[in-house]
């Protein structure tokens, strides 16, 4: 029997269709959002001003001098260290960022609400107050949303990713790692990922983004009609247990408020996040951390047999390490510090990122738990586990009973 070509454009429309699922559950066309931000910056948001002036460039100048003022004034009482006033020349020095929530521009006039992001190192300074912040282990975030039935992570960019790529994590006491949804993440950080609690699986998954446990802040939308108010349930989840921190309802008047309803809900369930790491929720999941091959038993020597002892030869392990790099000074430090751990023969530089968290390779003549060991006797505050690691110096806090010195030299 010969079949016509007519029958066969089916069956080849099929398997091209066929063949393009398995490339489209990697590669999708935007499906990546990356996190606007995740600097240490003091944020002062909400901030109101009014401006008449000469023009529209003078009333706008003014009404972001306007906001500085009025946020130095309540990041100071924030902090507990009164309402004192600055100059302008000195709040454009310690500024890092105006963010513009809504503003409108006249001829002569500006009218906006503004957010002002402060620099921790120079506010601090400025303050007379520690910049040391509590950190939790680094935790990878999985945002689930449920729209209509469906549960979605980063299968497919969703509003709920971008609240999360938007809030400015710097501040927070969680150490959040917001993967950005491209690449290998829809496979990796799915719904279904979340459902799993074996533990062998989420070591794989975590170790490959430096992660020490796993969040899942889940919210569930509910549209009364099209157009109408939104409700929205959040839930704040974590561990591969997926288990229920706190959960809370929010509600808008219109669909066109849900942006603005979804940074609202990330905003509490991260203070829910730091209320659970001050309360000890957050603690280390044991079966997260690095299982050593178990030892297998040596057979019995035969009797009468010389005994022959070799020096073992340890190979070089290879070892990624996480910094922060605030600089090109710290890149340098902290391979000098790795080049002088013993049995470390190479540190280099894998993947800079100044300004944020940059990547080394070690090659290490040893087990990695033993390498981690001498990094943690030499101060630094290490993370993860197996040959993912991150490290951080260790604050110097200075002993609660020192008493001051207020003796003079002379």
Known sequence: MRLKPLFLVPAAVALVLGADVGVAQIEGGGRGVAPIDSSSDYEVS???????????????LGGWRLAQRRAWAQLSRRLGVGGGQVSDSTLDSIVSGIVVENEQIGPTRYVAKL????????AGAMLGISNYVLRSPPMVVIPVVWSGGVATGFEQRTLWQEAWARYRTGGSAIDYIRPTGSGPDPLLLNYGQ???????WWRAVLDQYGGSDVLMPTVRLYRQWPGGPV?????????PDNRLLEQFTLRVGSVAGVPALLDAGVKRLDETYQSALRA??????????????????EEDEAPGEDLVVETPIVASVGISVQ?????????NAAEAAMRGVPGVTAANTSSLALGGVSVMAIAYAGPPDAFKAALEARGWQVFGSGTTLRIRRAPRLLPPDLTADNATAG
């Open 194 to 200: 979340t459902q799993r609690p074996g533990r062998g």
């Open 115 to 122: 957010g002002v992001l402060f620099n921790r190192d120079r």
């Open 46 to 60: 909400g901030i109101t001003v009014d401006v008449a002036a000469k023009n529209a460039d003078a009333a706008r």
């Open 280 to 297: 000890g929720y957050l603690r280390s999941d044991p079966g997260l951390s690095y299982v050593p091959p178990s030892d297998v038993p």
């Open 323 to 331: 910094f922060d790099t605030p600089g090109v000074g710290a890149v």
């Open 231 to 239: 409700i929205a349930v959040f839930q704040a989840r974590q561990g």
